[in-house]
């Protein structure tokens, strides 16, 4: 039985054709602005027949989409018949040559279709770059007559400013003008002012003059007196630093005669409390290490450092009888601590309160023992003066000192 094509699927194939051609470029469908295909901008038209384009547009490419539906519909009923045909090849034994043939014109118009169907996608594409590109000049010019708007009121806004400010303008010119006329009056009431006091400044003038003579006269008399005050100036600076010399002679020499009866002091107190480490001798001081003389975190002076500072007063009274009176000293003594804080529980805030409150104890032990309190002056220190920078017990040891220098008074 030969194969026969449907009635139906050619016309079907036609409307389909018929009804899209009108959107194929160049057949008249497009309009105008749509065709243009150079990328140059819409600048003319209103926006209203732009966005009516736009829309136009669009309704044609949903009519596109329609038509492809029908083409996709088409297409399905052709291979629907390819398949019946190839049953009835094989339910009747018509024979392969007049099948093949068959075969290939259906694969001719389907291949025909297929192009059909790749350039009209390419159609819609194409559409709707354009319909996008129509819409983005559509905003561009929505924005453009925006700006356009706002520089427009910004204008006026600076025309009516400029008017105010030419109003301002005006009034102060008028204001300025009448300032100046009140200027010009006051000048010349000033220029009378001024020949006035000229003329006055010109009679003092003459009798400044003579002044001066007078004071030229009364200047060369104190010249003279001055010279002769300077060469008086110069005896006595000369007198004054003759002086200095002798008393800078005076001090040395009683710097060295107390240096010695320190070195006599120092000896008999070396003697007298024998060789022992915890009394040594540091440059122009004699040094007693505080466990001799306090118990820890204390400003008692125990009974063995009573001992002690006993031995030390008696030799101090020696020694200080064969000082001669006009020779001033003082006997410092000086308290200092380790860097270890106090404890809460102590009676004293700081180690500073504790280095001078040892060595007030000293003072007031030396006092009752008998010596002079005008020879006698207690300093506290601290931790701030240490021996040893080191931070370990033996340095801590070493620092924990009283120290007795004999100075000038």
Known sequence: MPFRVPAALPMLAISWIAFVSPLVPGSGGIPAIAQEGDG????????????????????????????????????????????????????????????????????????????????LSGEVDRRTGLIARLERQVGELSDRLAGELAERTRLEQQLEAERVARRGTESLLSQTSREVAD??????????????AIGRAKEEVTGLRGQLERLSAQLASVS??????????????????????RLNEALQAQVEELSAYRSEFFGKLREALGNRPE?????????????????????RIDP??????RRLAE????????????LAWILRVDGHTD??????????????????????????????????????????????????PRDDEIAYRRNRRIEFKLTSG
């Open 40 to 119: 140059e901008a819409v600048t003319d038209g209103s926006i209203d027949a732009i966005e009516a384009l736009v829309a136009r547009m669009q309704e044609q490419v949903e009519a596109m989409s329609v038509a492809t539906a029908g083409r996709d519909e088409a297409l399905r009923y052709l291979e629907e018949q390819i398949d019946r045909a190839a049953g009835r090849i094989e339910g009747t034994g018509e024979s392969v040559e007049a099948a093949r043939q068959r075969a290939a014109e259906l694969d001719v118009r389907l291949g025909d279709v297929d192009a059909e169907r790749a350039r």
């Open 183 to 196: 200027e010009r009056r006051e000048l010349d009431r000033v220029r009378v002012e001024r020949d006035a």
């Open 224 to 245: 003279g007196l001055l010279e002769q005050s300077d060469e008086t100036v110069r005896f006595q600076q000369g007198r004054i630093s003759d002086l200095g010399a």
């Open 279 to 299: 009394f040594r001798v540091v440059g122009d001081r004699f040094v007693f290490q505080s466990e001799v003389l306090f118990a820890s975190g204390s400003a």
């Open 304 to 309: 063995s450092g009573e001992v002690e500072l």
């Open 315 to 326: 030799t101090l009274g020696e020694v200080a009888d064969t000082i001669p009176a006009d």
């Open 339 to 388: 860097r270890v804080p106090v404890g809460a529980s102590s009676s004293f805030s700081s180690n500073w309160d504790l280095s001078t409150a040892r060595a007030i104890s000293v003072v007031q032990f030396l006092v009752r023992a008998g010596i002079d309190p005008v020879r006698l002056a207690a300093t506290g220190f601290g931790e701030f003066q240490p021996l040893d």
